[in-house]
């Protein structure tokens, strides 16, 4: 507390993301990283970039890695926003397009960020209640709102939305923005790009952290009807001329252009993820359909915060998530196989 | 214009950076980058982290680099804080710090990001004159406000202000933050940073992509006694947990601990800047006395349009603001020998 703090800050509560564990040889799976090494592509781009430029200013459009994207997608670059991480994209569009008089409506288990970014922009909203499959049902989102916004597949369950349910919230809400978060969209699902020629409303939202295999460099974007990205871009600059950097926006070029490792790995990681859920249910768990790289599950008989100590004290590292409805279960990323045996292993010593 | 902009959309004024323009051979002038490649031992650096771990999440806090600052400046690490660029630690100061009752003021010839920001969070301004010699004097800056905001030196006009008079400013307004924009210090300038012990409302904001040829890599920070740098943390931590990418973290941490080489660079470019002023000096040019990487300079008998014009002509880019009382000016910045030296041939051709 300080007199010089803005009212906000008073106000405000932070995010707090999943620990970065500084020690070595525990088994991560805890915040959704790829298990697997980006593409070698990846880094003979940023071998490329290290140099005298590094001196010089990057382009603050992006101008490259926006074309990148929009030819992967079809899409025009006037279509593409960029950011440094799907989080700074979301806190963007918060501000830029789900600022309304009327609250904004999102699930009442979902990414845990959304809550933020409203205290950050004093924005109102409602949650919406999955329902009892902890599924998001759009029927259920009704009420007038200010915007919609929600991650398919959801986090922390996992579940997917399937393109039609997506297609119904975006008819049904013609005034509304409806953001769509797909950061998990690779591991199974289908991306709402392919709706966006008919929806003027639709935001659709990646990120390279997860099936691209790149949270250390921190690269996201937006894809939209061109008004929605003028928004963005209106916000960003009148934020930071210059958020990728020379490496981010080079690596993340390359990444985005090796599509045949992009499909090794995520296929690799949504074999292991099956083999991982058969696995947990086989002990006893309960274990929600996932279209994500991570598992989200409770088992009847032992109490998720006690399993997620007995892991630890084991170097093995989930999510666990001390919130109405969800404190029961645990989010476990898909990690390699030998990293999901050692984690069955442990179990079995319970 | 979209209906589903939020009201704040309609009404921003996006900053605009100055050129990067794509074409090779051009002598570039006209972005205040340090015209020597970052060191050695941030190439080296950014080597050790192209690799497996680029897949996870950076440290959230950036825990290495704050140390390295703090190290650097003899504070303690809660009296750091990192973002991506100045630009966006900027950001947050207004939003955290600079957002009152009251307007707060800066000079009307300062960074043009102000206002933006003021715009961005709907936070009041009031602009102090600089005096006839495009100098700012403290005395002047007399209004009840909710913060000040300047660079030192003052961009673009290069000018420097003592500590004595940094210092009657924080006395004369102890319950505003007095927030110094360091981005151009280590070219002459003597740092702030020796006031925050005795001043709860200085936050001094410095940069790596001047003095040490980072421009690229997008790392600033912002220094002070603990309670102010909380209040940028819990906006950072409710709009982005990772501004700062792997690569970023590591190589901004290499630059700051490789004090030799910033030495030897940073005096190489007063050295030149000497010469540069004492060569437009000679040619008729009316040159503001500079404690930055750049000068600020004008010639009684040539528009500075048409002087921008005929540079451009010969591959030469230097930045020309079309405001008021500065339209008669170039800023240029201080480049390599050579770069001067063709700046100064291309002159002699008029």
Chains 1, 2 share one sequence.
């Not at 949650?127 to 986090?155: F, Q, S």
């Not at 769509?180 to 990120?207: K, M, W």
Request: hydrophobic fraction near 40%.
């Amino acid at each position: 507390m300080s007199k010089y703090w803005s009212d906000l800050v008073h106000r405000l509560t932070p995010y707090v993301p999943g620990e970065q564990p500084k020690l070595s040889r525990l088994i991560k799976l805890n915040t959704n990283e790829n298990p697997y090494p980006p593409s070698p592509a990846v880094i003979e781009a940023l071998q490329l970039e290290l140099g005298d430029g590094l001196r010089l200013y990057p382009d603050p459009n992006s101008d490259r890695l926006k074309g990148a994207i929009a030819g992967l997608f079809g899409l025009d670059s006037s279509q593409v926003f960029v950011g440094n991480g799907s989080d700074e994209v979301l806190a963007h569009a918060f501000q830029a397009l789900l600022k309304h008089d009327r609250p904004i409506l999102f699930p009442d288990i979902t990414y845990s960020f959304y809550p933020v970014y409203c205290g950050l922009y004093d924005i109102d909203y409602r949650t919406v209640p999955l329902d009892e499959d902890m599924a998001i049902r759009v029927g259920d989102y009704r009420a007038p709102n200010g915007g919609i916004v929600l991650p398919n597949p959801n986090a922390p369950t996992g579940r997917l939305l399937g393109l039609d349910a997506i297609g119904q919230l975006l008819a049904a809400h013609p005034d509304s923005v409806v953001a769509i978060d797909e950061a998990y969209i690779d591991f199974g699902g289908e991306s709402a790009v392919a709706l966006i020629d008919r929806h003027p409303n639709l935001l659709v939202i990646q990120t390279l952290s997860k099936s691209r295999s790149l949270a250390g460099l921190r690269v996201g974007y937006a894809l939209a009807q061109p008004h929605l990205i003028e928004a963005l871009e209106r916000v960003k600059g009148s934020f930071n001329s210059y958020p990728l950097d020379r490496l981010a926006a080079a690596g993340a070029t390359a990444a985005l252009q090796d599509r045949a490792y992009f499909e090794q790995t995520r296929n690799k990681v949504m074999d292991t993820r099956e083999w991982l859920r058969e696995a947990l249910e086989q002990r006893g768990f309960q274990v929600i359909p996932s279209a994500a790289n991570f598992l989200f599950a409770r088992h009847p008989r032992h109490d998720a915060a006690e399993l997620a100590r007995f892991l630890r004290d084991r170097h093995i590292v989930v999510r666990h998530f001390r919130l109405p409805r969800i404190e029961q279960y645990l989010r476990i990323t898909v990690g390699r196989d030998d990293e999901c045996r050692a984690l069955v292993d442990a179990l079995d010593q319970l």
